[in-house]
């Protein structure tokens, strides 16, 4: 059974940072893509950062410059650095993970970034 844990969000001040984690387990980690999305409430879930096996990155434009996605294999890990954090950054974090055709999602963890 695949399991995506997501921790690390909270309440911040503007300007400030946070780390987001994603634990996975039931899935070949090394070999599965993984990204980062947000949901703010009222909006559709958007796509934050996405790292494909080390191969290439990709990030929102809106978080360009401030949030890194990195990946630890020894821990089955997904991480999200999240810098010089905005109060349009607050929104719901879901963790994703793809491996042979097939989309997984945690459960979310909120942000909310005070002005």
């Known amino acids: 059974q695949v399991q995506l844990v997501e921790s690390g969000g909270g309440l911040v001040q503007a300007g400030g940072s946070l780390r987001l984690s994603c634990a996975a387990s039931g899935i070949p980690f090394a070999i599965a893509r993984f990204g980062w999305y947000r949901q703010a409430p009222g909006k559709q879930r958007e796509l934050v950062a996405d790292?494909?096996?080390?191969?290439?990155?990709k990030y929102a434009d809106s978080v360009l410059g401030r949030f890194t996605i990195s990946r630890d294999n020894t821990r089955n890990t997904v991480y999200l650095q999240m810098n010089s954090l905005k109060p349009e950054d607050t929104a719901v974090y879901y963790c994703n993970a793809g491996v042979s055709g097939s989309d997984y999602w945690g459960q979310g963890t909120q942000v909310t970034v005070s002005s």
């Open positions: 790292f494909s096996r080390g191969v290439s990155i």
